[in-house]
């Protein structure tokens, strides 16, 4: 099992982005799905997360400006990022809470992208 972003790049301010995850291996399903970031110098920190059954929710700094979304069917996820500010200069990571089906049961386990550079510079 492994978890893939793409999407990064370079924007102006004001601009707009849409980053990608998705899971690919064998897997029972997926519960919650989220995307974090990291700036230089800084903590880790969740910027969005949605459930299994698409619930919501937003780090206050990105309300109104990101939408999270999943499509199941695909086990793919979205943040689609509008009026992009420098201070949302980061690497991005999503992170999957996957399920696994083994004799004993099923367990869900963690699993975290490699990253995708987002840059927000005039």
């Known amino acids: 099992v492994q978890v893939v972003e793409s999407g990064g790049g370079l924007v102006q301010p004001g601009g707009s982005l849409t980053l990608s995850c998705i899971a690919e291996?064998?897997?029972?399903?997926?519960?919650?799905m989220a995307w974090h970031r990291q700036a230089p110098g800084k903590q880790r920190e969740l910027v969005a997360a949605?459930?299994?059954?698409?619930?919501?929710s937003y780090a206050d700094s990105v309300k109104g400006r990101f939408t999270i979304s999943r499509d199941s069917a695909s086990n793919r996820m979205y943040l689609q990022m509008d009026s992009l500010k420098p201070e949302d200069t980061a690497v991005y990571y999503c992170e999957a809470q996957i399920a696994m089906r083994i004799p004993t049961g099923v367990y869900e386990y963690d699993y975290w992208g490699q990253g995708t550079q987002v840059t927000v510079s005039s």
């Open positions: 949605i459930t299994s059954d698409g619930s919501t």
């Open positions: 291996g064998y897997f029972w399903g997926i519960y919650s």
